[in-house]
Nanobody, 117 residues
Framework: VQPVESGGGLVQAGDSLRLSCGHS????????MGWHRQAPGRQREVVAA????????NYSDSVKGRFTISRDNAKNTMYLQINSLKPEDTATYYC???????????WGQGTQVTVSS
């Protein structure tokens, strides 16, 4: 089942956003999840990942200290809090789910974040 992102938009530098990713799998809490982003002309970059229980997180060096990944397993939802947005954060942000039971990775359709200077 494809996850569904929401929360993107057009913001100004210095603003904050919270992205959400919902996934309807019954084994939601078993599955690591994360966020990638892809800017025009650039390779897709993993920005953050979180374990199934939410007790372990990882961030790319480019976002450490500004991005916070979290999840609410009771709501089958993962979040990405983005603070102090910069124009270079402009990208399409994709949620992914690594389904442990099947070894399959599911990707969302993406949500656009555009940061104006």
């Amino acid at each position: 089942v494809q996850p569904v992102e929401s929360g993107g938009g057009l913001v100004q530098a210095g603003d904050s956003l919270r992205l959400s990713c919902g996934h309807s799998a019954s084994d939601f809490s078993d599955n690591p999840m994360g966020w990638h982003r892809q800017a025009p002309g650039r390779q897709r970059e993993v920005v953050a990942a979180i374990s199934g229980r939410g007790d372990r997180t990882n961030y790319s060096d480019s976002v450490k200290g500004r991005f916070t990944i979290s999840r609410d397993n009771a709501k089958n939802t993962m979040y990405l809090q983005i603070n102090s947005l910069k124009p270079e954060d402009t990208a399409t942000y994709y949620c992914f789910v690594e389904e442990v039971a099947t070894g399959t990775t599911y990707w969302g359709q993406g949500t656009q974040v555009t940061v104006s200077s």
